[in-house]
């Protein structure tokens, strides 16, 4: 733990501080001194509730009438003032019914049949992706050679979207979810350049032409249905009607944002785990059936994602704190992950530890990841492909970090490998 580290120094609204590391002390001291711990805002009743025990995070997400995704947004800890959200609204920012409505009309094609169906189309454009970054050399940048090459190209067949759009939508999501790094936004969260987007989706600026990308191949899917996802967005129907093209656009850049970032996020940090275990990289290619509670375990100590956030609904109480109706309440899944109270030795890599029991994806409540089974196969697929092709991993600079309370990532892995 940073020396003499104290609750009065926990501000997690910090970007820098996740940009400089994983903050596993802050989330220690929270976990230990303040499990329910409230954050004052910059104005009064501008505060939100830090949420940062296993139990805790999984009892938010379960009762999710309790504590609402549709009050005031899903993700975003920032307060949505109610035309904006109305604005912005996608299918992940409804509480049931209406989610429920939205939901069920996907989740046939996310179901892990569904998703295996896809199995040899994923392992064959990773071999690509895999062998054109090793003919280039020995060393490679991981992040931008590989982890973020697949995400977009699974998730555009799954989509339908066709493959000379895809660089240009792997960019557009990366601005509109990471913008609060600099090096990534165009505009960044907050600026006063942004409030001219804040009526789009995610309030950026990368929106207007991601939606002018989205649009036509949805109006397309509605003359001319297919069987991809885009087809079941266009042709849906709420409350007896279709949907209105601000609605596609919200959905269309949710199912970008939230496919793409995140995967990459699990194999860079989900590899850079593994390097640093070397013992499990053996592991692995000694015993291939332990792949499913490995990826698995991966996720749990990369976690991608570090929270999401709802809202209270009614006055009630976490751990005997009381939390008042319309208060924000944000869940850490990656601090839930490392809890010692649900993980024995929560920091050490267990290959064996029992499958699906973290939160990387959410757990136990009706918003789990749509694309759970999806980004799994896509994290196995890799490593299997990669561990196949070399041997030693190591790292020869040191990994440069997202600057994103949100995406636990790195935008830059630099890697030598030895061919196996
Ligand atoms: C390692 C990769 C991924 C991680 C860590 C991740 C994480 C998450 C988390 C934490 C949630 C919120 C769960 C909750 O509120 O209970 C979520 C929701 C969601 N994810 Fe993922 N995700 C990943 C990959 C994907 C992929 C590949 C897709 C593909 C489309 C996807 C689509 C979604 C959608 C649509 C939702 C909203 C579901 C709803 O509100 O019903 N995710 N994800």
């Not at 199995?119 to 060393?139: F, K, P, S, Y």
């Not at 165009?186 to 032409?209: D, M, Q, R, T």
Request: with cysteine; charged share 25%; net charge negative.
């Amino acid at each position: 733990m940073a020396a003499g580290l104290t609750l009065a120094d926990v501000d997690l609204l910090d970007h820098d501080l996740f940009a400089e590391r994983e903050p596993w002390d802050v989330f220690e001291l929270l976990q230990r001194e303040a499990p329910v711990h409230w954050q004052a805002g910059p104005e009064p009743g501008d505060g939100f509730w830090n949420v940062t025990r296993y139990d805790d995070v999984v009892h938010v997400l379960k009762n999710a009438r309790l504590f609402s995704s549709e009050a005031n947004g899903a993700a975003q800890i920032e307060w949505m003032e109610p035309d904006v959200l109305e604005a912005r609204r996608n299918f992940m920012e409804t509480d049931a019914p209406r989610h429920t409505a939205w939901r069920r009309q996907f989740a046939r094609d996310f179901t892990p049949r569904a998703v295996a169906a896809y199995e040899d189309t994923i392992r064959r454009l990773t071999v690509q992706t895999i062998d054109a970054a090793l003919a280039r050399g020995d060393e490679l940048e991981f992040v931008h050679d590989i982890a973020a090459v697949i995400p977009i190209r699974a998730l555009g067949h799954m989509l339908g979207v066709p493959e000379e759009h895809l660089d240009r939508l792997v960019a557009l999501g990366d601005r509109m979810i990471i913008d609060t790094d600099p090096e990534i936004a165009h505009v960044l969260a907050g600026s006063p350049e942004a409030e001219e987007f804040k009526y789009l989706p995610f309030g950026s600026e990368a929106a207007v032409e991601m939606s002018a990308l989205g649009r036509p191949m949805l109006h397309a899917r509605r003359t001319k249905p297919t069987d991809d996802v885009l087809s079941i967005l266009a042709n849906m129907r709420i409350d007896d009607a279709l949907l209105d093209d601000v609605a596609l656009d919200n959905n269309f850049a949710l199912f970008v944002v939230a496919g793409n970032e995140t995967t990459r996020q699990g194999m860079a940090l989900g590899l850079l785990q593994l390097i640093e275990n070397p013992w499990a990289m053996d592991a692995l290619r000694a015993d291939p059936a332990l792949y499913p509670t490995a990826v698995d375990e991966l996720l749990r100590l990369a976690s991608p994602v570090w929270h999401f956030r709802r809202t209270a609904t009614a006055d009630t109480e976490i751990r005997g704190v009381r939390i008042a109706a319309g208060q924000r309440v944000v869940v850490w899944f990656a601090a839930a992950n490392r809890d010692p109270d649900a993980f024995a030795d929560p920091h050490r890599m267990v290959l064996t530890r029992k499958r699906d029991e973290h939160a990387a994806f959410g757990r136990g409540g009706p918003h789990f990841c749509l694309g759970a089974h999806l980004a799994r196969l896509e994290l196995t697929v890799m490593l299997q492909e990669l561990l196949a092709r070399v041997g030693r991993i190591e790292v020869i600079a040191p990994p440069r970090r997202l600057r994103s309370n949100f995406t636990n990532g790195l935008k830059e892995l630099r890697i030598r490998v030895e061919r196996a």
